[in-house]
């Protein structure tokens, strides 16, 4: 089993910068590639952003390329997703997953774990 912890959420101001951290626990490999989605009030869950631990390969929404970044530290078994320049429209719950079988990078049905979510909040 896996478990994911996310942490880093809170209320911001539009324009700052907020850091998301995803600790990983249990039966993890750095093969396995690592993700963020976020989820607003009454909408579908939607992708972030995606890291392939080995190699280092990442993929992003066009909604938030060019102002969030995601990294991996393998030997913490933890991912980051660093957001600068926060719109109001990044408020959501965001959520840590990962990817142990093959499948589309922005498919929510690709990701076998979750964790439980961080609020983010931008005020304008």
């Known amino acids: 089993q896996v478990q994911l912890v996310e942490s880093g959420g809170g209320l911001v101001q539009a324009g700052d910068s907020l850091r998301l951290s995803c600790a990983a626990s249990?039966?993890?490999?750095?093969?396995?590639?690592m993700g963020w989605f976020r989820q607003a009030p009454g909408k579908e869950r939607e992708f972030v952003a995606r890291v392939n631990r080995t190699g280092g390969t990442t993929y992003y929404a066009a909604s938030v390329k060019g102002r969030f970044t995601i990294s991996a530290d393998n030997a913490k078994n933890t991912v980051y997703l660093q957001m600068n320049s926060l719109k109001p429209d990044d408020t959501a719950v965001y959520y840590c997953a990962m990817s142990t079988k093959l499948g589309m990078v922005a498919s929510v049905g690709s990701y076998d774990y979750w964790g439980q979510g961080t609020q983010v909040t931008v005020s304008s």
């Open positions: 249990g039966q993890t490999s750095s093969r396995y590639p």
